[in-house]
């Protein structure tokens, strides 16, 4: 009883711990505040948001161990937890996959459907708030990157993939939150996709929106129970296929084969880049390393007219966060997908399968702003309650209204 009536202030506190997580993470990492490949103007405030954002996130772990949890789930994630610390903190300073697992763990908390709900409206904020703040000139104004006769606008973020990345994680969250099996809410996706594509060229945000709309569109379609079984497992199979594609075309498919080269064409010399890195660059370890010379890394470094960039979320794992994180990423992605359709959460899993496919030309999945997905440890059957309580109702409704007709015509 006394857990029971603590855990509504419980759930309150963890959101608004993660709001604010949101907000702070948001403008300080995102902003023109932390600009790309160039020094910051505000380097104190980019150190104060990081920070904070840490701590806020050690908080959130904290509230994680007032959760009661059963002896297995100790057990299994206790060891576990253990050598990730040791890891990431003590062998390779990756402090951002440490407070990447306080979200992820501690996320058995709260419902996720009310995450979402409050990562929707914090990153709302923080998208018109720099907008608002770009043409107020508060800060170093955005830059506009031009590709051919394109142009390719930010709005107050450091990088127009940055503000590509949030408006497509607005867009997929609205659609969780409040699209039903209807026509219009998928029209809305797709042209929320195309305007993203328009204004910041972004083509991660555009896969990842674009094959959310096909998984859904095909899974409304299809009603076969055989079919929509199929297309489940093909969707939690979806992070080992783009971690093993990866790693063929960049380690093991040599530069000489036809297949290479073609690949290389059609990515803009992208596999060739990841080969480049690869090969001199990372330490190939367990728990990897940093790799300063990456413009990830806010590095400017070039090797004749080109820079070192890893636009590839699983080779970039397997650089910096080493054998162990990159195998270990994989594993959970597809452990989410799995727990998404045991719980009958088919739109989640479409959206674990966006986020991975958007893994292949980004290199954000590990960081605290894009959690969300991968935050649903707590319930899932939060939105599904609330649906057949509604249906019942509904029914209810028209059982007494056929009941008062059927009394009216006996009379």
């Given at each position: 009883?006394?857990?029971?009536?603590?855990?509504?202030?419980?759930?309150?506190?963890?959101?608004?711990?993660?709001?604010?997580?949101?907000?702070?993470?948001?403008?300080?990492?995102?902003?023109?505040?932390?600009?790309?490949?160039?020094?910051?103007?505000?380097?104190?405030?980019?150190?104060?948001?990081?920070?904070?954002?840490?701590?806020?996130?050690?908080?959130?772990?904290?509230?994680?161990?007032?959760?009661?949890?059963?002896?297995?789930?100790?057990?299994?994630?206790?060891?576990?937890?253990?050598?990730?610390?040791?890891?990431?903190?003590?062998?390779?300073?990756?402090?951002?996959?440490?407070?990447?697992?306080?979200?992820?763990?501690?996320?058995?908390?709260?419902?996720?459907?009310?995450?979402?709900?409050?990562?929707?409206?914090?990153?709302?904020?923080?998208?018109?708030?720099?907008?608002?703040?770009?043409?107020?000139?508060?800060?170093?104004?955005?830059?506009?990157?031009?590709?051919?006769?394109?142009?390719?606008?930010?709005?107050?973020?450091?990088?127009?993939?940055?503000?590509?990345?949030?408006?497509?994680?607005?867009?997929?969250?609205?659609?969780?939150?409040?699209?039903?099996?209807?026509?219009?809410?998928?029209?809305?996706?797709?042209?929320?996709?195309?305007?993203?594509?328009?204004?910041?060229?972004?083509?991660?945000?555009?896969?990842?929106?674009?094959?959310?709309?096909?998984?859904?569109?095909?899974?409304?379609?299809?009603?076969?129970?055989?079919?929509?079984?199929?297309?489940?497992?093909?969707?939690?199979?979806?992070?080992?296929?783009?971690?093993?594609?990866?790693?063929?075309?960049?380690?093991?498919?040599?530069?000489?084969?036809?297949?290479?080269?073609?690949?290389?064409?059609?990515?803009?010399?992208?596999?060739?880049?990841?080969?480049?890195?690869?090969?001199?660059?990372?330490?190939?370890?367990?728990?990897?390393?940093?790799?300063?010379?990456?413009?990830?890394?806010?590095?400017?470094?070039?090797?004749?007219?080109?820079?070192?960039?890893?636009?590839?979320?699983?080779?970039?794992?397997?650089?910096?966060?080493?054998?162990?994180g990159a195998v270990l990423e994989v594993l959970y992605s597809t452990y989410c997908g799995i727990r998404a359709k045991i719980f009958g959460d088919s739109y989640l899993l479409f959206w674990l399968t966006a986020i991975a496919l958007f893994g292949l030309v980004e290199t954000k999945l590990v960081t605290l702003d894009m959690a969300l997905p991968f935050m649903c440890l707590g319930s899932l059957t939060e939105g599904v309650t609330k649906d057949k309580k509604v249906l019942s109702a509904e029914?209810?409704?028209?059982?007494?209204?056929?009941?008062?007709?059927?009394?009216?015509?006996?009379?």
């Amino acid at each position: 009883n006394l857990e029971d009536s603590f855990q509504p202030f419980l759930v309150k506190t963890y959101l608004f711990i993660y709001f604010w997580l949101v907000i702070i993470f948001g403008f300080t990492a995102e902003s023109m505040i932390s600009p790309v490949d160039q020094p910051s103007a505000y380097p104190s405030f980019v150190s104060f948001g990081n920070k904070t954002a840490y701590f806020l996130a050690s908080l959130l772990l904290v509230l994680g161990f007032l959760k009661r949890r059963s002896l297995l789930n100790w057990l299994i994630t206790g060891p576990l937890f253990l050598v990730i610390v040791y890891g990431y903190l003590f062998v390779n300073q990756q402090v951002a996959v440490v407070a990447f697992i306080f979200l992820v763990w501690s996320s058995q908390t709260v419902s996720f459907r009310s995450l979402v709900r409050i990562d929707l409206f914090a990153r709302i904020i923080v998208t018109i708030s720099l907008f608002v703040v770009n043409n107020l000139q508060l800060l170093p104004v955005s830059p506009i990157i031009q590709l051919g006769v394109y142009s390719r606008f930010s709005f107050g973020f450091h990088h127009p993939n940055a503000l590509g990345m949030y408006l497509m994680m607005i867009s997929l969250e609205m659609f969780y939150l409040y699209a039903r099996k209807s026509v219009k809410p998928i029209v809305l996706l797709i042209l929320s996709g195309i305007l993203i594509f328009v204004l910041t060229r972004s083509r991660g945000s555009l896969i990842s929106v674009m094959s959310f709309v096909v998984l859904v569109t095909v899974f409304n379609t299809f009603k076969s129970i055989s079919f929509r079984k199929l297309l489940y497992s093909f969707c939690i199979l979806v992070p080992l296929i783009c971690f093993l594609g990866s790693l063929t075309i960049s380690i093991f498919l040599p530069s000489s084969s036809k297949v290479f080269q073609t690949l290389n064409e059609w990515m803009s010399g992208r596999p060739e880049l990841l080969k480049l890195v690869y090969d001199y660059y990372a330490q190939k370890s367990f728990f990897g390393g940093d790799i300063a010379e990456l413009a990830n890394a806010f590095y400017s470094w070039s090797i004749n007219v080109r820079y070192l960039y890893v636009d590839n979320q699983y080779m970039y794992s397997v650089m910096i966060f080493g054998w162990f994180g990159a195998v270990l990423e994989v594993l959970y992605s597809t452990y989410c997908g799995i727990r998404a359709k045991i719980f009958g959460d088919s739109y989640l899993l479409f959206w674990l399968t966006a986020i991975a496919l958007f893994g292949l030309v980004e290199t954000k999945l590990v960081t605290l702003d894009m959690a969300l997905p991968f935050m649903c440890l707590g319930s899932l059957t939060e939105g599904v309650t609330k649906d057949k309580k509604v249906l019942s109702a509904e029914q209810g409704h028209l059982q007494a209204k056929a009941n008062r007709s059927e009394e009216h015509t006996s009379e």
